[in-house]
């Protein structure tokens, strides 16, 4: 069964250190996403891609990098870990045509 | 960029009872809309897609769509205590090289 999966499904960091989350999607899918996720704000997009080996930047990209280095694989970086960063993040797949985002069952990242 | 606003924050409506929750979006040339649901902070399910004015029914949901006007609404008909959720609108613009853009959100509680 096609499907996004994040991993890890939770992290707990120290300010300052480096963090990466993982996504792998099945759905053969060109397009994928980043989002996190906090209390009010809905979800607000950090980083995206359309190919592999590119990617552009969102709404929210300071602090965060982002790499694809295949079609399936598309991981967001946090190369010095802050308090604010603490929330949760999705990763989502979708078809360019359709547009309908696939999405993953999130990662919980606590930054103290 | 494009901004996304949803009304209202929180709505209780009782078992049964129709719920109509609003979206409004900031740029016209958008044509790609979508209604989300989120149990608990997990991941997102779509629920009904919009791409021209007038209405769409999926099941229980119904999406309308006015973009002179733009908003877009989301009408849940019988709604039922497993309905209580987190409903997302999402919008796209016209090139699709471009990301969704989400709202804050509803929370909708549905009394027995």
């Known amino acids: 069964e096609a499907a996004v999966t994040q991993s890890p499904r939770s992290k707990v960091a120290v300010t300052g250190g480096k963090v990466t989350l993982s996504c792998h999607q099945t759905?053969?899918?060109?397009?994928m996403y980043w989002y996190r996720q906090d209390t009010g704000h809905g979800l607000r997009l950090i980083h995206y891609?359309?190919?592999?080996?590119?990617?552009e930047k969102g709404d929210i990209p300071d602090g965060y990098k982002a790499s694809r280095p295949s079609q399936e694989n598309f991981s967001l970086i946090l190369e010095l870990a802050s308090l604010s960063q603490t929330a949760v993040y999705f990763c989502?797949?979708?078809?360019?045509?359709?547009?309908?985002?696939?999405f993953g069952a999130g990662t919980r990242l606590s930054v103290l | 960029q494009q901004k996304v606003q949803q009304s209202p924050e929180s709505l209780t409506v009782s078992e049964g009872a129709m719920a109509s929750l609003n979206c409004t979006f900031s740029?016209?040339?958008?044509?790609?809309f979508r209604w989300y649901r989120q149990h608990s902070a997990k991941g997102l399910e779509v629920l009904v897609s919009?791409?021209?004015?007038g209405e769409k029914e999926e099941g229980r949901f119904t999406a309308h769509l006015n973009r002179a006007n733009l908003h877009v609404s989301l009408h849940i008909r019988e709604p039922q205590p497993s309905d209580s959720a987190v409903y997302l609108c999402?919008?796209?613009?016209?090139?699709?090289?471009?990301?969704?853009?989400f709202g804050a959100g509803t929370k909708l509680s549905v009394k027995p």
């Open positions: 989502a797949s979708s078809d360019p045509n359709q547009n309908t985002l696939y």
């Open positions: 759905n053969n899918h060109d397009y």
């Open positions: 891609s359309y190919v592999a080996d590119s990617t």
């Open positions: 740029d016209g040339t958008s044509n790609n």
């Open positions: 919009i791409f021209s004015d």
């Open positions: 999402a919008v796209s613009p016209r090139n699709n090289n471009n990301a969704p853009r």
